[in-house]
C-alpha cells in the first residue's frame, strides 16, 4: 500500500501562484509515476501533470498552457507541482495519484483545495 498526503493548497489573487507537494509513504519503491489531477464542483475529474519514474513529464496541454511544472521535491518520495499565472478557473481540488508497478493500481491521496479569486 501508498499512502499520499497532499499539501499547499490555499486561496490566492488571479495572476497568483501556488506549490503544491505530495508526500508518499508505504510502499514506494513500486511506484512508477506520480499523476496530479483536480475537480472542480460539478465537473468531472481531469487529469493535470504526470511525472514518471524516469524523470519524463507529460502535461494536458489544453489545462496547464505552460503555467504548471510538475517535479520531484527535496524531500523523499515527494512530488511538487508548481501553479503560475493562476486562473479563477483553476479552482478545484487538487489530488495526487501513486501508479504503482503493473499499472492495475493507483492510490490517491485525500486532495487540496486550490481557490483562485479574481
Known amino acids: 500500500q501508498v499512502q499520499l498526503v497532499e499539501s499547499g493548497g490555499g486561496l490566492v489573487q488571479a495572476g497568483g501562484s501556488l506549490s503544491l507537494s505530495c508526500a508518499a509513504s508505504g510502499r514506494t519503491f513500486a511506484i512508477i509515476a506520480t499523476d496530479w489531477f483536480r475537480q472542480a464542483p460539478g465537473k468531472e475529474r481531469e487529469f493535470v501533470a504526470r511525472?514518471?519514474?524516469?524523470?519524463?513529464?507529460?502535461y494536458n496541454d489544453n489545462l496547464v498552457k505552460g503555467r504548471f511544472t510538475i517535479s520531484r521535491g527535496n524531500a523523499k518520495d515527494t512530488v511538487n507541482l508548481q501553479m503560475n499565472a493562476l486562473e479563477p478557473d483553476d479552482t478545484a481540488v487538487y489530488y495526487c495519484a501513486a501508479i504503482m508497478q503493473g499499472g492495475s493500481t493507483t492510490y490517491w491521496g485525500q486532495g487540496t483545495q486550490v481557490t483562485v479569486s479574481s
Open positions: 511525472l514518471a519514474w524516469g524523470g519524463s513529464t507529460t
